[in-house]
């Protein structure tokens, strides 16, 4: 039995999925496979689809170590360098509050539906942007507005946040729709980040 949770769509071509998990460049996946730890580490690390739901405490040593670590080779140990990083980063985004606000659609929840997201994404960040906490992550919320982020359905222009034309979900646009326009507060360190996401990610 599996039980499947927190899924996403991705398209991935087969090429890039044998080069990440360590297959011949021509291999065919053919009915369905059970991949062993570590090549299932390498796939969840490298498309950063760790859970986020269930983050362990993480003191500031573990933190410097986790930025050290997690550069490095893809393996499983890289794990656990993600999920301290995500925790640390979403502990000081609250700064000891339990409850927060979406930077995106600007709505106040309780903490446990925040999380600590990149607004540009990890694997096209340098060593310094990977590094750079108040600048490259912000707070947004898991009902939605992560999501349509990451999708490129939303994005910040000129501190206000505006909408895709393809974003067409009648589900979607009831969540987001009336937050379309807000002016977001973007700090001085996270406007170069917002205005990659904009050129690079935005589906104009």
Not at 60 to 65: P, W, Y
Request: charged share 30%.
């Amino acid at each position: 039995m599996y039980s499947l949770d927190e899924i996403k769509s991705l398209d991935i071509s087969y090429e890039e999925f044998n080069k990440i998990v360590g297959y011949k460049q021509n291999n065919v996946i053919q009915g369905f496979t059970v991949m062993d730890d570590e090549k299932s580490g390498l796939f969840l690390d490298y498309f950063g689809l760790r859970s986020e739901r269930h983050i362990e405490e993480v003191d500031d040593a573990a933190l410097e170590e986790a930025l050290l670590n997690i550069d490095g080779p893809l393996d499983r140990k890289a794990a656990g360098w993600h999920r301290k990083e995500q925790s640390k980063a979403r502990k000081r985004l609250l700064q000891g509050r339990t409850e927060g606000a979406c930077q995106l659609c600007g709505r106040r929840m309780t903490a446990e539906f925040l999380i600590a997201a990149h607004i540009k994404r990890r694997s096209e960040c340098n060593d310094q942007e990977k590094r750079d906490f108040d600048g490259v992550m912000m707070l947004a919320c898991r009902f939605g507005c992560d999501y349509l982020f990451e999708l490129g359905l939303i994005a910040v222009n000129e501190k206000r946040l505006v909408l895709s034309p393809g974003l067409k979900d009648k589900v979607a646009l009831s969540y987001i729709s009336s937050s379309a326009g807000r002016e977001v507060i973007v700090t001085s360190r996270q406007a170069q980040y917002f205005t990659w996401h904009l050129a690079n990610r935005f589906a104009k």
